[in-house]
């Protein structure tokens, strides 16, 4: 299903972003304010037009916060955690007993969308079942629109300024789920689409010593590289669809700032994880967008990067920004995060 009409509104409204607080603090409607409403409610159209067309599949049983579901325990926090006033989604693999130490996947959903939703569109609770993973899937906090968003780089996407702090907020969940459960410190990873993959490349970016990998759908780096202080190579795969008019694939802006483009955010992370050859066709493809016909998407990848260290961009070839994947996305995403744990010695 296409929706090319209301991803051409998102691009129409990036521009005469202008709002200014009242006496009271609170935004006031004005010209620039109304474009900015415009802009922001067509995301939500294209996310929801996505949920109504596809049947999503159950998360399966969680623990959301504190509260436990299944028998599975809660995880320990106190009242002072941010998680506190945010809880989240927490897939435990069916049959685990805590006896062996597991892989950690956080997941990241877009703008508007919330944990729940991504993680019945990327299929990754079945995934967790069959490999033998963790699966949290968090929430972003609500905006003044009331759309959840996370705080990730100067482009995407905290538009009202909250200056809401998600980098300690995920590490509270990271540690809170660490301290209930034997994660693997060499297998954290963070998968994100959209505003979640702009939070996983900053996440990434402050955090490098605890990332093992990241997998990121349309969603970019730092624009200004001055920003990602990532001292430890992070192995990082990114997706991105040629078509996608939403973040642009060449990059572009939002009303906040710029973003870089696909090729120039898996050449950033080269750099950082001191990769020595170049972005080059692998000569695989693979068949994950069920409404392109073939192996669509194609597969580059850095060379002469250190031992264990991946950098990769697989373009989705007539791909949008919301992908109707097949049964093979969850396992193709979790092949490269299995097969790129921290490097012994990187953290």
């Known amino acids: 299903m296409k929706h090319n009409g209301a ?84 897939k435990v693999p069916t049959g685990y007993d805590g006896g062996q130490a597991i892989p950690l996947v956080v997941l990241l959903h877009g703008y508007t969308s919330n944990g729940a939703t991504q993680a019945a569109y990327f299929g990754l609770a079945a995934e967790a079942d069959k ?41 509270a969940v990271i540690g809170e789920i660490s301290a209930k459960y034997p994660v693997d410190p060499a297998r954290v990873f963070l998968v994100g689409h959209s505003n979640g993959a702009f939070m996983a490349h900053r996440y990434a970016c402050d955090r490098a010593s605890r990332v093992a990998a990241i997998v990121t759908l349309a969603g970019m780096t730092w624009k200004d590289q001055g920003h990602c202080a990532a001292g430890s190579p992070v192995s990082v795969l990114h997706v991105h669809g040629r078509n996608d008019s939403t973040i642009n694939y060449d990059g572009g802006s939002t009303p906040e700032g710029a973003y870089p483009g696909a090729v120039e955010t898996v050449g950033d992370w080269a750099k950082k994880d001191g990769c020595s050859g170049a972005l080059t066709a692998t000569g695989r493809k693979l068949d994950l967008e069920r409404t392109v016909p073939g192996d669509e998407t194609v597969e580059e990848a850095y060379t002469g990067c250190p031992g264990g260290v991946g950098v990769a961009l697989w373009t989705i070839e007539g791909g949008g920004h919301v992908p109707s994947f097949n049964d093979q996305w969850a396992g193709s995403i979790w092949a490269f995060m299995a097969t790129h744990p921290k490097a012994a010695g990187a953290s």
């Not at 504190?66 to 002072?80: D, I, M, T």
């Not at 629109?145 to 482009?155: K, S, V, Y």
Request: positive net charge.
């Open 131 to 171: 490999e033998r993973f963790l699966l949290a899937y968090p929430d972003g906090t609500r905006d003044r629109l009331g759309n959840r968003f996370w705080n990730a780089t100067d482009a995407c996407c905290d538009f009202f300024h909250t200056g809401v702090d998600d980098v300690a907020y995920l590490d």
């Open 7 to 90: 991803r051409r509104h998102w691009r129409q409204g990036e521009k005469n972003l202008t709002s200014a607080p009242n006496a009271s603090g609170v935004l006031g409607v004005i010209p620039g304010m109304t474009v900015m409403r415009r802009w922001l409610a067509s995301v939500s159209v294209i996310l929801a037009l996505v949920a109504g067309a596809f049947a999503f599949p159950s998360a399966g049983p969680v623990v959301a916060g504190a509260a436990a579901a299944g028998g599975s325990g809660g995880v320990p926090r106190s009242e002072a955690s941010p998680t506190a006033a945010r809880p989240y989604g927490l």
